[in-house]
C-alpha cells in the first residue's frame, strides 16, 4: 500500500507558440517508511512534481494520492484541511515564524491540527530533543545557525504525524557537514516513524541517505536507482546535477 502515489502526473503550461509539458506522465509510488530522492537538472520538473504532491499546484493530467486521496480533485477548503493534516512540508529556506521561538514554531504545526497544552508541548519539546536541539528551544530561528534552523522546520514538518513528509532542497544553504547531518536525521525519522518521503535534491551525495532515487528529465521519470550498490555510485560519481 502506497502512501504516496501518482498516475500519468502531468502539468501543461501553454503558450501562444507551444505547449510545455513541466511533467509528462509520471508515475511512481512511497510506501511508509521509504525515503526518495527526486533528482534531475534545473527545468526537469522535480519542484513542480513536488507542488502537485503537496497541492500546492493543480496537475493538468492524471492523479497525486496521498493515502488514496486525490489531492488535486479537493475544493480548495478541503485541501487546505487535507493536506494540514497529511502533509508535512520543507523548503529551501526554513520559513520559520522569527518572533517565534524553536519550540513555539513547532507547536504552532499543532495548533493549527487542535492540538494545545501539555500534550502539544510534550510532543513538539521530545521531537526537538530527538533533534539534538534540547537546549535550544527558547531561542529565536536568528539565534540558530542554518543547520539548527533547518532542525526546526524538520521537527514542524514532522510532529503533526503526517502520511507524507515533503523536502525541496532542505541543504541548500548549508555547509557539506551540516547538510549530511540535517538528510541523515530526516532519513532516520522517516524510517523510524513510518513516513513517506521525498526530497528534491539537486546535491546527488545527500543520496547516500536514501532508499531510492529517481532521476526526472524534461519532466519526464528517465532512471529509477534502487539497489545500494546504485545510489552508493551515484552519490559518489558527481556532486550536483546542472
Request: glycine content about 10%; aromatic content about 4%; proline content about 3%.
Amino acid at each position: 500500500m502506497y502512501a504516496l502515489e501518482t498516475k500519468e502526473l502531468s502539468k501543461l503550461y501553454k503558450t501562444e507558440t507551444a505547449e510545455i509539458r513541466a511533467v509528462d506522465a509520471v508515475s511512481i509510488g512511497v510506501r511508509p517508511g521509504e525515503f526518495v530522492a527526486l533528482v534531475g537538472p534545473s527545468g526537469s520538473g522535480k519542484t513542480t512534481m513536488l507542488a502537485m504532491l503537496a497541492g500546492l499546484l493543480r496537475p493538468s493530467l492524471g492523479q497525486a494520492l496521498i493515502n488514496g486521496q486525490d489531492v488535486g480533485g479537493l475544493s480548495e477548503a478541503a485541501l487546505t484541511a487535507f493536506r494540514m493534516k497529511n502533509i508535512g512540508f520543507t523548503f529551501q529556506s526554513n520559513n520559520l515564524v522569527p518572533y517565534l521561538t524553536a519550540i513555539e514554531n513547532v507547536e504552532l504545526m499543532l495548533r493549527l491540527n487542535g492540538v494545545y497544552g501539555r500534550d502539544g508541548h510534550g510532543r513538539a519539546k521530545s521531537l526537538l530533543q530527538r533533534l539534538g536541539l534540547g537546549d535550544r528551544l527558547n531561542n529565536l530561528p536568528g539565534q540558530l545557525s542554518g543547520g539548527q534552523q533547518q532542525r526546526v522546520a524538520i521537527a514542524r514538518a514532522l510532529v503533526h504525524n503526517p502520511a507524507v513528509v515533503l523536502a525541496d532542497e532542505p541543504t541548500a544553504s548549508l555547509d557539506t557537514e551540516r547538510a549530511y547531518q540535517v538528510v541523515e536525521t530526516f532519513a532516520n525519522l522517516i524510517h523510524e516513524q513510518k513516513r513517506a518521503g521525498i526530497m528534491v535534491t539537486h546535491d546527488l551525495r545527500m543520496c547516500a541517505y536514501v532508499d531510492r532515487v529517481i532521476m526526472m528529465v524534461d519532466g519526464r521519470l528517465a532512471q529509477i536507482y534502487t539497489t545500494h550498490e546504485e545510489i552508493e555510485a551515484l552519490a559518489k560519481g558527481r556532486e550536483r546535477v546542472k
